[in-house]
């Protein structure tokens, strides 16, 4: 059985787009479990590969009418035998549509991993295109895919529930286990006083952030005594920097940037508790990097972390996702910190992330749900 994981991107797992991370994570996990794999990216600059990996990469020039496909990859497409299982990841990629075709006419088999796009909050955006797309386009490549992967509980309703019964398959992303190895469980105690972080791709909307600010505010105004990170950029960037120079929060809030390697997990580390009252999400691995850091968790049932976090008692789940509901849950975290408690509820991140998230385990999942079923 050969597998091949399509993504539009490099897989390239510093990349701050978690999808990378996924297909190079499975891509690595399937490799180590004796499976034959490939994994071809679209992008705009196939001539740059800037990580390693032990699987085989190749990248296809993203052409200007996208859903024209490039001479290179039409010519790979003809050569797959009907063995393979190709494996699409995220959707609304119109090359998909396209490679789904030329798959149909020689009877190979795909899956997809939406990652979050089909969940009913992202829709609106540019709703009539998207929904004439959708109805046209999508649909076809969507409804006869041999299974759909969603990774948390709020990928299952909006458009996925009209799928035939018993093609949505449940499997979350997850960590490599020497990754998890590597990281240095936290200190207990490692400030003078609470530092609550975010890390991730700065977009206010999706992430939360005005909540995470809001919340703050409210936390301060209360006699919270902590600080905030943000670790990341992206677009809204400006708009936060905006927002945070009221005078209740402006020294209190520091934007670290987009790190990488050592000097992103050393700001990492750092960090007391981290911070996720995201809107929507597919799994977010910014949160199971924090978690395995023994970092104590604050999210969203929007996350899909919840059940996790309220099983694992690794943090706080909030019921509302609103800024009063946060300011709380910020001040039982620093109540946790001055008596010392945190250290045991990182702890118990940790644990969970060893126990519920790691890629060896993951990767057999899916052999045995998603691939093995269409052996």
Same mark, same amino acid.
């Given at each position: 059985?050969?597998?091949?994981?399509?993504?539009?991107?490099?897989?390239?797992?510093?990349?701050?787009?978690?999808?990378?991370?996924?297909?190079?994570?499975?891509?690595?996990?399937?490799?180590?479990?004796?499976?034959?794999? @490939?994994?071809?990216?679209?992008?705009?600059?196939?001539?740059?590969?800037?990580?390693?990996?032990?699987?085989?990469?190749?990248?296809?020039?993203?052409?200007?009418?996208?859903?024209?496909?490039? =001479?290179?990859?039409?010519?790979?497409?003809?050569?797959?035998?009907?063995?393979?299982?190709?494996?699409?990841?995220?959707?609304?990629?119109? @090359?998909?549509?396209?490679?789904?075709?030329?798959?149909?006419?020689?009877?190979?088999?795909?899956?997809?991993?939406?990652?979050?796009?089909?969940?009913?909050?992202?829709?609106?955006?540019?709703?009539?295109?998207?929904?004439?797309?959708?109805?046209?386009?999508?649909?076809?490549?969507?409804?006869?895919?041999?299974?759909?992967?969603?990774?948390?509980?709020?990928?299952?309703?909006?458009?996925?529930?009209?799928?035939?019964?018993?093609?949505?398959?449940?499997? =979350?992303?997850?960590?490599?286990?020497?990754?998890? @190895?590597?990281?240095? =469980?936290?200190? =207990?105690?490692?400030?003078?006083?609470?530092?609550?972080?975010?890390?991730?791709?700065?977009?206010?909307?999706?992430?939360?952030?005005?909540?995470?600010?809001?919340?703050?505010?409210?936390?301060?105004?209360?006699?919270?005594?902590?600080?905030?990170?943000?670790?990341?950029?992206?677009?809204?960037?400006?708009?936060?920097?905006?927002?945070?120079?009221?005078?209740?929060?402006?020294?209190?809030?520091?934007?670290?940037?987009?790190?990488?390697?050592?000097?992103?997990?050393?700001?990492?580390?750092?960090?007391?508790?981290?911070?996720?009252?995201?809107?929507?999400?597919?799994?977010?691995?910014?949160?199971?990097?924090?978690?395995?850091?023994?970092?104590?968790?604050?999210?969203?049932?929007?996350?899909?972390?919840?059940?996790?976090?309220?099983?694992?008692?690794?943090?706080?789940?909030?019921?509302?996702?609103?800024?009063?509901?946060?300011?709380?849950?910020?001040?039982?975290?620093?109540?946790?910190?001055?008596?010392?408690?945190?250290? @045991?509820?990182?702890?118990?991140?940790?644990?969970?992330?060893?126990?519920?998230?790691?890629?060896?385990?993951?990767?057999?999942?899916?052999?045995?749900?998603?691939?093995?079923?269409?052996?």
């Amino acid at each position: 059985m050969k597998i091949i994981q399509i993504l539009n991107g490099k897989a390239n797992p510093d990349s701050q787009n978690g999808v990378n991370n996924v297909v190079h994570s499975l891509a690595t996990s399937l490799l180590d479990n004796s499976v034959e794999v @490939e994994v071809w990216g679209i992008t705009k600059t196939p001539q740059n590969i800037s990580h390693k990996c032990g699987y085989s990469l190749r990248l296809f020039k993203q052409t200007a009418a996208r859903f024209q496909l490039s =001479p290179e990859l039409r010519l790979a497409l003809s050569k797959l035998d009907k063995s393979c299982i190709v494996h699409f990841h995220s959707g609304f990629i119109p @090359e998909y549509f396209s490679i789904s075709k030329a798959l149909k006419k020689q009877g190979i088999r795909w899956v997809i991993s939406p990652h979050s796009a089909y969940i009913a909050n992202l829709l609106p955006i540019k709703k009539a295109l998207k929904s004439f797309y959708f109805k046209y386009i999508e649909w076809h490549f969507l409804k006869n895919a041999y299974a759909v992967v969603a990774t948390g509980e709020s990928e299952k309703y909006g458009v996925i529930q009209r799928l035939q019964k018993g093609k949505l398959v449940m499997i =979350p992303n997850g960590l490599s286990q020497s990754g998890i @190895e590597s990281q240095t =469980p936290a200190n =207990p105690k490692k400030n003078n006083h609470i530092l609550f972080g975010c890390y991730g791709r700065l977009d206010i909307r999706q992430k939360g952030l005005d909540i995470l600010l809001a919340g703050f505010k409210e936390y301060i105004l209360a006699g919270g005594e902590g600080e905030l990170w943000f670790i990341g950029g992206g677009r809204d960037l400006g708009k936060l920097k905006m927002i945070c120079s009221d005078k209740v929060i402006r020294d209190k809030v520091k934007f670290l940037g987009p790190l990488f390697g050592t000097a992103k997990l050393n700001a990492q580390r750092k960090v007391d508790v981290a911070v996720h009252p995201s809107r929507w999400e597919g799994f977010p691995l910014c949160i199971l990097e924090m978690a395995s850091l023994s970092i104590p968790l604050i999210v969203s049932r929007h996350t899909n972390f919840s059940k996790y976090v309220d099983q694992w008692n690794s943090g706080q789940s909030l019921h509302e996702n609103s800024s009063s509901c946060l300011a709380k849950a910020m001040a039982q975290s620093q109540e946790s910190f001055n008596s010392n408690k945190l250290g @045991e509820i990182g702890e118990n991140a940790l644990r969970m992330v060893n126990a519920e998230f790691v890629w060896s385990k993951i990767a057999s999942r899916h052999l045995l749900e998603v691939y093995g079923n269409l052996k």
